[in-house]
């Protein structure tokens, strides 16, 4: 297979499905004269022009809701942010109407969208650039929320996202961007709402998505050289979620550590934890450990960043905690 980038991978799985159907289209701001503010777009208006790639104006409520009037009329528009801290200028458009119209119009009018850009921090860019909302639009029914962390999982999960009835928020990461990663050359989709296991282990599960994920396979290679085994999971999906995937490993493993880069309270670890001692109780050997980012706003310090961020050493420490080691 040839190596991409997650850039790339994500223009491609856009391209090819607007050469697919014409319904799909693609607006944010600088979308198309820039290629994207990450060149995720790049050379999508030289092949599609201004009517399906469109740069719009700062002004996200405006234009997101342009997209939910274009869904209820037969289009699959895909909406970009410059990052999803700037989703939340145009929230009510998502939760109140893109997440609800299906259910509120007794099924006359599904939404096939697609709200895609970047999640969670990406080095000194502040306290409210540096945000990961997953749990906030996971937590609304009639939302579908994706999180890739290499680029083949993001064409695929792409892909799917577009051709999918109803709304999908598809995060990324700047820090993301520039990965390589092997993609194949033909077409392939990857259904939404199922997990990947990526490392195979036996003492002890660690549950993740997303860049923050890079942490817990390098914790994995320290933890192996003292004897113990990891098994990794990445959603991929948070919504809807892979359970299933998450208490298999746990009933094989009997340890479940869960690593996310977001505040600790409501978080996806707190729903997963509740799921797993709700469906695997009498499995466990020890306390399900969560690793979060601090219970603060980010800071631009770059010595309280990497403090505030979860790290391999956390996950070191979280896996011998639950090992008893």
């Known amino acids: 297979m040839r190596t991409i980038q997650f850039r790339e991978a994500i223009a491609e799985a856009m391209s090819e499905e607007m050469r697919r159907d014409e319904s799909v289209?693609?607006?944010?701001?600088?979308?198309?004269?820039?290629?994207?503010?990450?060149?995720?777009?790049?050379?999508?208006?030289?092949?599609?022009?201004?009517?399906?790639v469109i740069d719009t104006p700062i002004a996200e409520l405006g234009f997101a809701g342009i997209a939910v009037g274009s869904a209820m009329n037969g289009n699959r528009p895909i909406v970009e942010y410059m990052t999803f801290n700037f989703s939340l200028v145009g929230i009510d458009q998502i939760i109140n109407n893109a997440a609800k119209m299906r259910q509120m119009s007794a099924g006359q009018f599904p939404m096939p969208m697609v709200f895609r850009g970047p999640t969670a921090s990406a080095g000194q860019l502040g306290a409210t650039h540096s945000q990961a909302f997953e749990n906030w639009f996971a937590n609304?029914?009639?939302?579908?929320?994706?999180?890739?962390?290499?680029?083949?999982?993001?064409?695929?999960?792409?892909?799917?996202?577009?051709?999918?009835?109803?709304?999908?928020?598809?995060?990324?990461?700047?820090?993301?961007?520039?990965?390589?990663?092997?993609?194949?050359?033909?077409?392939?989709?990857?259904?939404?709402g199922v997990a990947d296991i990526k490392r195979e282990g036996t003492?002890?599960?660690?549950?993740?998505?997303?860049?923050?994920?890079?942490?817990?396979?390098?914790?994995?290679?320290?933890?192996?050289?003292?004897?113990?085994?990891?098994?990794?999971?990445?959603?991929?999906?948070?919504?809807?979620?892979?359970?299933?995937?998450?208490?298999?490993?746990?009933?094989?493993?009997?340890?479940?550590?869960?690593?996310?880069?977001?505040?600790?309270?409501?978080?996806?670890?707190?729903?997963?934890?509740?799921?797993?001692?709700?469906?695997?109780?009498?499995?466990?050997?020890?306390?399900?450990?969560?690793i979060t980012t601090a219970d603060t706003p980010a800071p631009y310090s770059p010595t309280l960043l990497k403090e505030w961020l979860p790290n391999a050493e956390d996950v070191i420490k979280a896996v011998k905690k639950v090992t008893y080691k």
Do not use: H
Request: net charge negative; charged share 30%; with cysteine.
């Open 25 to 52: 289209y693609l607006m944010g701001e600088e979308v198309a004269e820039y290629n994207g503010a990450y060149k995720a777009s790049k050379g999508m208006l030289d092949e599609f022009g201004p009517k399906r």
């Open 203 to 290: 003492d002890v599960t660690i549950v993740s998505f997303g860049k923050i994920i890079k942490e817990a396979f390098i914790a994995a290679d320290e933890l192996e050289k003292e004897g113990i085994s990891c098994e990794i999971i990445d959603l991929r999906t948070v919504r809807p979620m892979d359970y299933d995937a998450i208490i298999n490993s746990v009933k094989k493993t009997n340890r479940l550590v869960v690593l996310e880069e977001a505040w600790p309270f409501a978080s996806v670890a707190s729903e997963i934890t509740y799921m797993v001692q709700e469906r695997a109780f009498d499995y466990l050997d020890a306390p399900v450990q969560r």
């Open 140 to 192: 609304t029914p009639g939302l579908k929320v994706v999180v890739p962390s290499t680029p083949y999982d993001a064409k695929g999960l792409l892909k799917a996202a577009i051709r999918d009835n109803d709304p999908v928020i598809f995060m990324e990461s700047e820090q993301m961007y520039g990965d390589k990663g092997e993609v194949p050359d033909g077409e392939y989709i990857l259904p939404l």
